[in-house]
């Protein structure tokens, strides 16, 4: 697991069956290392039960501590150095196309869609589809070849508000001088 993006901790897994669609893939820098990124992750952030009045008390169930999940995602890890970037660019945009076309048919729902590759300046293709139904969206993006299940940014926003400023009570006790 590692920690981004203020709470967010982030969780790679292999799945119990990952369907041929969506392989399961592995990068590691190193054969022998221990933590790597996989092809599917989870996006978790922490629930911190009203019973914890200290810091001390966060650091003593920090292990026991239930997370809720915010996104599922699955994505091509696979190394761009093994071909010609472009090409893979390439590839990619449509494949985003194809499949935002596939799940608007299967949704019966359009989705906003952001084509990079039309503005200015924008040297690459880069296509982006989401569907948004109340606070959860399901994205596809050709740039980072993903394909995500969230929640829509300002529930995530609100969400990390509420911690920090729990977190920021907890501090406020141990420094308190009164």
Same mark, same amino acid.
């Given at each position: 697991?590692?920690?981004?993006?203020? =709470?967010?901790?982030v969780f790679?897994?292999?799945?119990?069956k !990952?369907?041929k669609?969506?392989?399961?893939i592995?990068?590691?820098?190193?054969?022998?290392?221990?933590?790597f990124?996989t092809?599917?992750?989870?996006?978790?952030?922490?629930?911190?039960?009203?019973?914890i009045?200290?810091?001390?008390?966060l650091?003593?169930?920090?292990?026991?501590?239930?997370?809720?999940?915010?996104?599922?995602?699955?994505?091509d890890?696979?190394? %761009?150095?093994?071909?010609?970037?472009?090409e893979?660019a390439?590839?990619?945009?449509?494949? !985003?196309i194809?499949?935002?076309e596939?799940?608007?048919?299967?949704?019966n729902?359009?989705p906003?869609?952001?084509?990079?590759?039309?503005?200015?300046?924008?040297?690459t293709?880069?296509?982006?589809?989401?569907?948004s !139904?109340?606070?959860? %969206?399901?994205?596809?993006?050709? #740039?980072?070849?993903?394909?995500?299940?969230?929640?829509? #940014?300002?529930?995530?926003?609100?969400?990390?508000? =509420?911690?920090? #400023?729990?977190m #920021?009570l907890?501090r406020?006790?141990?420094?308190?001088?009164?």
């Open positions: 697991m590692s920690r981004f993006l203020g =709470n967010l901790n790679y897994f292999e799945p119990l !990952a369907p669609t969506f392989e399961y592995e990068y590691r820098q190193h054969p022998e290392e221990e933590y990124k092809s599917y992750a989870l996006g978790l952030l922490p629930i911190i039960p009203e019973s009045k200290s810091l001390d008390e650091e003593e169930v920090r292990l026991e501590r239930d997370f809720e999940v915010v996104t599922i995602t699955w994505s890890i696979s190394s %761009v150095e093994d071909g010609d970037y472009e893979y390439n590839d990619r945009y449509y494949w !985003a194809d499949l935002c596939v799940f608007s048919v299967d949704l729902v359009e906003e869609i952001l084509d990079y590759s039309k503005f200015a300046g924008y040297s293709n880069w296509y982006r589809c989401k569907f !139904a109340d606070d959860r %969206v399901f994205s596809v993006d050709s #740039n980072t070849g993903s394909i995500e299940l969230s929640y829509s #940014n300002e529930f995530m926003e609100s969400k990390e508000v =509420n911690i920090e #400023n729990t #920021n907890l406020a006790e141990e420094i308190r001088p009164y």
